[in-house]
């Protein structure tokens, strides 16, 4: 399928007006360029990968907009110039209001999906996580890393690669806690990196739980790239927190270790329910957690019959490991 891209330069003060506008209006999926850092509020809620530092803001923002193109030229053309005469009055009625949208200008062009869905490529290389090589299907490893382990992963469109800070802090606290007796619990596991690469490391089996069926493709798809056989790895879909018959089929007090990379308001009810799931003495690792939010889930974990074992950062992630009393 073939679109017509419309990208219009404005400024970045601009960018939810028009797009909210144009929404209104029916141009639907807004894709937005920035040079806007992320809030630490915005890191926190985000479930992929970051993006790679967009460098010193400059108050420029591009919002691109896709129309699906006809095939019948006159009929594309006249798309073509429907959807720019929208956008060239939308802005016109915002500058009217002495409202200020930038430049304006509005540059039209052709695609398919295949430009647009694989642009992400370019982004996205093999890298190392101490002695783990992670790498995509368009990539071979490099003869420097032949005696790494290699994890093999794509980006997806609602899951983690390993590439972010909270992922790579839970795989070094794994690597010190798992053994191939463990048997371990993976909360919200998404694509189900943590768990596999604990299998690859030799664990005994995986219980994992998320709560978007998403998840169940992803982590088949990551299972059968890596060649881990899927027997061992159990997924989940509901809510361990609240959902009893969720709770029933993970088990009570029947796992070494527990690994959660979640947002902190998830981790502080989540930690007494994980209490329940793990043996006496078992090691609960979370991660996901923004600076400055540690103290509260060392304290989640003190008030729910933990021992706190330590606080680990990366960048502005916290990592908080605990030990079950």
Avoid at 151 to 177: N, S
């Amino acid at each position: 399928m073939k679109w017509l891209r419309f990208r219009v330069k404005t400024i970045t003060a601009a960018e939810d007006i028009l797009v909210s506008d144009l929404y209104d209006k029916g141009l639907e999926g807004a894709q937005i360029e920035d040079r806007v850092p992320l809030t630490a509020l915005e890191k926190e809620q985000m479930f992929v990968d970051i993006a790679p530092d967009p460098g010193t803001d400059d108050g420029i923002a591009y919002l691109s907009f896709f129309v699906e193109a006809p095939e019948d030229e006159e009929e594309k053309k006249k798309a073509a110039d429907d959807t720019r005469r929208l956008i060239e009055e939308t802005i016109e009625e915002w500058r009217s209001f002495n409202t200020d949208v930038g430049e304006g200008s509005i540059e039209v062009s052709e695609t398919e999906d295949i430009d647009w869905i694989n642009n992400w490529k370019k982004y996205f290389h093999q890298f190392t996580i101490d002695d783990l090589l992670v790498i995509p299907s368009w990539e071979e490893p490099e003869e420097k890393d032949a005696d790494k382990m290699i994890l093999r992963i794509d980006p997806g469109t609602a899951f983690g690669t390993g590439m972010h800070e909270t992922t790579q802090l839970c795989i070094r606290q794994l690597k010190k806690y798992i053994d191939k007796e463990t048997r371990l619990l993976d909360v919200g596991t998404g694509s189900g990196i943590l768990g596999i690469l604990s299998l690859m490391y030799g664990i005994k089996s995986v219980t994992a739980t998320d709560l978007d069926p998403c998840a169940v493709p992803a982590v088949a798809d990551n299972l059968e790239r890596n060649h881990v056989d899927p027997a061992g790895f159990e997924l989940l879909i509901g809510n361990i927190i609240d959902d009893k018959e969720i709770k029933d089929r993970v088990g009570y007090e029947c796992y070494d270790v527990a690994v959660a990379n979640i947002l902190t308001e998830v981790l502080l009810p989540l930690t007494p329910v994980l209490h329940e799931h793990l043996k006496k003495n078992g090691i609960y690792i979370t991660s996901g957690i923004i600076e400055g939010k540690e103290t509260q889930v060392e304290e989640a974990m003190k008030d729910n019959g933990f021992e706190v074992l330590g606080t680990y950062a990366q960048g502005e992630w916290r990592s908080v490991v605990g030990r079950k009393l």
